[in-house]
């Protein structure tokens, strides 16, 4: 099994910055994609960033220019350093991961970070 653990998830000011982190642990083989995805109230988890074990990066089209991922291979580590956010960023953000354990390859989900954008 696979536990990832994010953080920094706050309150912020609309044009503020945030860094959200995600660390993955256990029996882990290898790690395929890591990425964030994002669940306001009333909406279905969307995609927000993913980064592949290469390093190339998916961003959906309203963060890009504002929003970069990254990774650690070393440390498990994913991060996502959110800039000029705005009031439509307010969501819980979820870290996931594409990973190898043993002979399975499944995809694992943290607990959610919540990250609120105030006017």
């Known amino acids: 099994q696979v536990q990832l653990v994010e953080s920094g998830g706050d309150l912020v000011q609309a044009g503020g910055s945030l860094r959200l982190s995600c660390a993955a642990s256990?029996?882990?083989?290898?790690?395929?994609?890591m990425g964030w995805y994002r669940q306001a109230p009333g909406k279905q988890r969307d995609l927000v960033a993913s980064?592949?074990?290469?390093?190339?990066?998916i961003y959906v089209d309203s963060v890009k220019g504002r929003f970069a991922i990254s990774r650690d291979n070393a440390k498990n580590t994913v991060s996502l350093q959110m800039n000029s956010l705005k009031l439509e960023d307010t969501a819980v953000y979820y870290c996931?991961?594409?990973?190898?354990?043993?002979?399975?390859?499944?995809?694992?989900w943290g607990q959610g970070t919540q990250v609120t954008v105030s006017s």
């Open positions: 996931s991961v594409r990973a190898q354990v043993g002979g399975v390859i499944a995809d694992y």
């Open positions: 256990g029996r882990i083989f290898s790690i395929r994609t």
């Open positions: 980064i592949n074990n290469g390093g190339s990066t």
